[in-house]
């Protein structure tokens, strides 16, 4: 087959027997995500250009968007690169009722280079509190992928906390980093996020190569290598840098935050997870498991100044996005899935010949009545070949329809694994006997 | 706000009262596609423009089809114009077991000039049946619309159904078309398509403008005025141009799609509808209401060489395309649907005081574990405040929690609409009451 028919790189197709489970993996997530109070939105996949641009960095701006001339207006568009500035954007300009707490599971593109588990085309599911500044509000952003996570079937997953602030207050005040200009900072905060990509001296090079000091850069690495138990440790930051205004915002913010969260036992404090993006402004987590090591399955975080800049009032936000490819690949390794269902179909009216096909469609057509899933030969095939279809295809039960089922109302059902038979059944208890059986 | 920081021309936002509402029909619609036997798959939004290209007419490619480079490689990319094309593409790369019944509901995007009902991103909801050429396959999709339409509440609606080898044998055979080369015929069915948009005389004068003689313009718009009963008006058409090759193959066909359909009372024969794209090859048809008159609600037919155009073995394949966006517009202007439901909350956890919050959270944990849809609140907001919340977003249950409850582990429950309140109720029965009448 020519490459110019297939799916451009980085892209994928689902065929049933994985859109079924990907589906059923999306809708464990909205349940709970609906059990917290969260509402769905839709946004279109193509926004402005300028709705996107300056809200994730210079690097996602220039390398990993995808940015094109609409070809009537030539307007520049994108399609979207997350689903958090949409939100934002959402929010400026249809004002919904505070606090907005709303969740969307869609597609988002980035030009990463294709590589197992990374493609162009991914699902993001967020779930966002649009409009409290508190603690809580995290804590329960934190309590909802927790419970997204055991819902699933995970267990010895980590949640990692952290807090921009924390870096920032010793970034400015104890180095003085922000006369280097406005945006050193948040420089550093996308050198740091290499660290698992680069290691640490790779992220001590880019440092010196973005301009510090040896000393600067030393001082970084030590306030990165801070982790451990969350209460003990922000208790010796809290200590350690009294009086440091951002310092003491994050520690208190962050101890509220494990004191509101129902999961406590499963946060870590660790100053070395920063988030690649720039809209962050206060706490900021992500969660992983021990194996398979795939980075992190979720992540999000506060976002306080980001509606602001689309024109609307001051509305402090915060949220958690969830990868599904990761989350799904990760599970799919460890076991926790069932990849078995190869269709959602749940019987088969085999017609014994032609003479029967009239019956075997009336057959069909009362049990789609009652809500059951039915296939009819649609191809003119002998009954071997309708078998041979069911086998390929995993589906459970089988209604075969013949001269004494025709002549007396009636169908012979069979199930393929269990090899048990019902002879000549009434039609409707033979439904009876599927809904209970083939579901 | 300004301009760029809204979605650009012809894209929506959907809050979630309107989401909530989509995703319920499109449910609705997913379970009738299910019923039949059709299974779910996904294709990416962005394919190959070679992959599109010449599959729809030179007017959609050159006018219609979001076409762009990709910024990388500089290869041409396109957004999906239908998800008739990319399921071709998938069945030639996959090679599924066949029939292969698949639906998908999902965007596509057309440069349509924006206006009420017609937009730049909207949804198509599709069931296709590949690899089978016999009319029952073509009847089974036309049951499958007429199913879908009345599990939505439509009623007296009218499925339109034609053949391309009706006019075909027509054009061929008696006026001799084929002399100006391939492509007439396809671009005659595309004028034809316009008739109910430009009327008869822009009709006629566009066949003109195509180079036929004013002779043939008649002889065409005398074909195209067939309509009626479908029994009768095929069997005169058999009478009328017996030899005909493609008329009697159009015949055939059609008299045995109509005896195998449930929906024969439905269906009437209608030769001027001819459907706009070049990919159609046997029986076509659309399904309309009397009002309003907004067009076609679905449609579809059979496209027999699509799938060999990329390289796959001949597979006849038929199916249907629903259009979200008129479904849902024709049905609320005939008060079939109802948008009342503006969350999915059922219960808000209404705390009398900060001494109350931790109390609060834990009824929501609790409640939450046992599969109810709780917000509590996040805003630190007065009981008043509260209530405002619940009002302003339709929370059908309120739980209050004060100094007694939070004392003896009960909650006071609230319904607002109907007034009624259990006062005190121990959390285990409230959790029972709350599922029986907060759904």
């Known amino acids: ?122 699902w993001q599911c967020d779930a966002d509190i649009v409009g409290s500044p508190y603690p809580e509000a995290d804590a329960e952003v934190v309590d909802l992928v927790c419970d997204v996570m055991k819902t699933l079937g995970y267990s010895g997953f980590k949640v990692r906390l952290n807090d921009r602030r924390l870096l920032k207050g010793v970034f400015e005040e104890e180095l003085n980093l922000s006369r280097y200009g406005e945006g050193k900072i948040l420089e550093v905060f996308r050198v740091i996020d290499k660290l698992e990509k680069i290691g640490r001296e790779g992220v001590e090079g880019e440092l010196l190569k973005a301009g510090l000091s040896r000393h600067e850069a030393e001082k970084i690495m030590e306030a990165v290598d801070v982790s451990g138990n969350p209460e003990k440790t922000l ?87 969830i990868g599904l490819e990761r989350i799904i690949d990760a599970g799919l390794e460890l076991g926790l899935f069932n990849l078995k269902r190869k269709t959602c179909t749940q019987v088969f009216t085999v017609s014994m010949g032609e003479k029967y096909w009239s019956y075997a469609r009336s057959v069909a057509r009362e049990m789609r009545r009652e809500g059951l899933r039915v296939q009819v030969d649609l191809m003119r095939r002998n009954y071997r070949k309708q078998l041979e279809y069911c086998e390929k295809k995993g589906i459970r039960a089988i209604a075969f329809v013949g001269e004494k089922e025709a002549s007396t109302g009636t169908v012979t059902l069979y199930f393929r694994e269990e090899k048990k038979r019902y002879e000549q059944t009434p039609l409707k208890d033979a439904i009876q006997i599927l809904k209970r059986e083939a579901q």
Chains 1, 2 share one sequence.
Not at 311 to 316: A, E, K, L, V
């Open 1 to 122: 087959m020519s490459t110019k028919y297939s799916v451009p790189r980085g892209f994928r197709d689902f065929p049933p027997e994985v859109a079924l489970f990907r589906r059923r993996i999306m809708e464990l997530i909205e349940e709970v995500f609906e059990r917290y109070g969260f509402d769905p939105i839709e946004t279109p996949v193509i926004e402005y250009w300028e709705t996107l641009k300056g809200k994730y960095g210079e690097e996602v701006e220039s390398k990993l968007l995808y940015r094109f001339q609409d070809p009537w207006s030539e307007e520049w568009l994108a399609l979207r690169y997350d689903l958090t500035v949409p939100l934002a954007r959402f929010v400026a300009s249809h004002a919904p009722t505070l606090p907005f707490k709303r969740y969307h599971i869609g597609r988002v593109w980035r030009h990463e280079r294709p590589q197992k588990g990374r493609y162009r085309e991914f």
């Open 235 to 321: 208790s010796e930051l809290e200590s350690r840098f009294r009086g440091n205004r951002n310092v003491e915002a994050a520690v208190g913010h962050l101890q509220e935050l494990i004191a509101a969260s129902s999961h406590r036992e499963d946060i870590t404090l660790d100053l070395s997870m920063v988030r690649g993006l720039d809209y962050y402004t206060g706490p900021i987590f992500e969660v992983y498991v021990e194996e398979p090591k795939i980075g992190a399955l979720a992540g999000g975080g506060r976002y306080d100044d980001l509606i602001e800049r689309y024109g609307g009032p001051s509305t402090p936000s915060t949220g958690v996005s």
